[in-house]
């Protein structure tokens, strides 16, 4: 069976075992919510699927909104909805002591105000919120937000690379403005890319994860270096959460 057909038959079981009738999914113009978005869409299960737009760039929104009507004319039972929170974020912000005011916990304050929306409307809807992390993000370098946008019920994509995300977009036609974007976790004002946050490329750190110990150059071992560098400091989100055990 095809990758893409086996994950959307995976979805679909998922969602009737657990008798729920809806996938919600935030999208956020870049490929890998775009690619996840279609494959609960292939389901002809009930998706809904979220623009939460926060100071956002306009490329961003418009690339979200330009998938989310792809999705209506190309699929049954799919729901757009685009919600602007900046004035929620903005009130939020306004309403903290000036003390706290870290620019990278302010961003990732935006993936949990999200996370909050998707688990209104899938609570609302009986549905589940559905995680749109690829496997280096997830499980390599920890580049998702705690309670942001890793907080989710169920993660279709988890297990891929990028590259293979890559390569489900181009076989479910996915719009070329989404495929060939430079991704970004919509974070920032100034719509910094995931490679200048990160320092490498994506191809780079997949070569980084696989890595097995074999002869490399001066390059290779700056990525290396770089890749480590993100998994150690990240690694606590990628771990279950301590618990003290009493004796």
């Known amino acids: 069976m095809p990758l893409e057909k086996d994950i959307s038959s995976w979805l679909k ?7 729920l009738d ?3 999914i935030g999208i956020s113009g870049g490929i890998d919510s775009a690619v996840t978005s279609t494959l609960c869409a292939m389901t002809g299960c009930k ?6 737009p926060i100071l956002q760039n306009p490329d961003e929104t418009d690339r979200g909104m330009a998938h989310c009507s792809w999705l209506l004319e190309n699929y049954k ?20 002591p000036s003390q706290f005011n870290s620019p990278l916990a302010l961003a990732n304050t935006r993936a949990r105000i999200r996370m909050s929306t998707l688990y ?15 496997k280096i993000e997830d499980f390599g370098v920890g580049f998702f937000t705690k309670y ?21 977009a181009n076989k479910l036609n996915i719009i070329d403005s989404i495929v ?21 490329s994506y191809d780079e750190l997949e070569w980084a ?4 110990g074999e002869e490399i150059n001066e390059k290779q071992k700056e990525t290396l270096r770089i890749y480590n560098k993100h998994r150690n400091i990240n690694l606590h989100k990628m771990k279950d959460i301590p618990i003290f055990k009493k004796k």
């Open 180 to 200: 060939f974007a430079k991704p970004t976790d919509g974070l920032w004002d100034d719509g910094r890319t995931d490679e200048e946050q990160l320092g490498v």
């Open 47 to 52: 998706t809904i699927v979220v623009t939460m």
């Open 209 to 212: 994860m696989n890595y097995n």
């Open 22 to 24: 809806s996938f919600v």
């Open 77 to 96: 039972d799919v729901e757009t909805h685009n919600i602007d929170l900046t004035d929620v974020y903005n009130q939020f912000k306004d309403t903290m």
């Open 148 to 168: 942001g946008d890793g907080g989710v019920d169920i993660s279709p994509i988890a297990d891929l690379m990028k590259s293979e995300v890559y390569d489900l």
């Open 120 to 134: 209104l409307i899938a609570g609302s809807s009986n549905g589940i919120v559905v995680g749109t992390g690829n």
């Open 13 to 19: 079981n998922y969602l009737l075992k657990n008798n």
